[in-house]
């Protein structure tokens, strides 16, 4: 099943003695990009976790957020005591020297620098098996939700590229209609301007007829033709089928490209009667590159 390398997820959940809630946002990208903001107690469970998202995002850029809330406090104050006296110090023997009366006041000194630290409180084993028991499900939960919502818009995505392949299908029928008549056209021209470029010296008129016809031939388009449809029946195979998708539909959707500048090539040297052709293939590279940027989307 194909799916979008855009997608979003929130996933809350509450255990015993703390609340976590991961946030999931993607976005197109070349390779698989991880990036992870959580609060430091997590940082041990990092290696899993990024293991954990590869094994249910392929590509893209995941840009997740961890918030953990404990019913109990999760955090210390420290008071540096020996700090604090030598500040305390400093100020009794200011106060000696200008003979000051007023005693220091203890909120000030603890809003000093570095006299208080506020630093996470150590889990013990029951608290660290239970972040991590929590994490694990709720990180499995963000990413099955946001896979859920990739998907679906992978669906619609796919649904789009089927509609511009059997756009160009219908064109390719167009082309094949005017092949055959503007192949033609073409050759008699030829003929009639040799003719009347040779006529006095005399030339073999079966030589002439033959140089039109080779020069007819390589006007012909109808290999393209073949090698469009082609493409065209292996996109359609991409899109039944599973797995990674986008690489592969934006290959073929070069090789109908290329297929098509071949086209269009050929119908510049075919004067008035390469019009229709021409106008044919530029639809055809319109489509062709709606493909190429919709598959960008694709994971």
Known sequence: MARSMTGYARVRTDADSLSMIVTIKSVNHRFTDIQIRMPPELDPFEPRMRRMVKEHVRRGQLQITINVEWNAPSQETRLNRTLVEGYLAAFQEIARERRFTTPPD?????????????VAAELDDQKRTLLEKT??????KALDTLNESRRAEGEGIVEDLRKRVEAIGQALEKLQAVREDTVQHFQRHLERKLTEMLDRVGPDPQRILQEAGVLAARADVSEELQRLGSHLQRLVEVFDGDGEIGKRVDFIAQELNRETSTILSKSSVLGQGGIAVSEVGVLLKGEIEKIREQAQNLE
Do not use: E, F, H, Y
């Open 106 to 118: 203890p909120n000030m000194l603890l809003r000093l620098p570095g006299a208080v630290t506020v």
């Open 135 to 140: 994490l694990n499900d709720t990180l499995v």
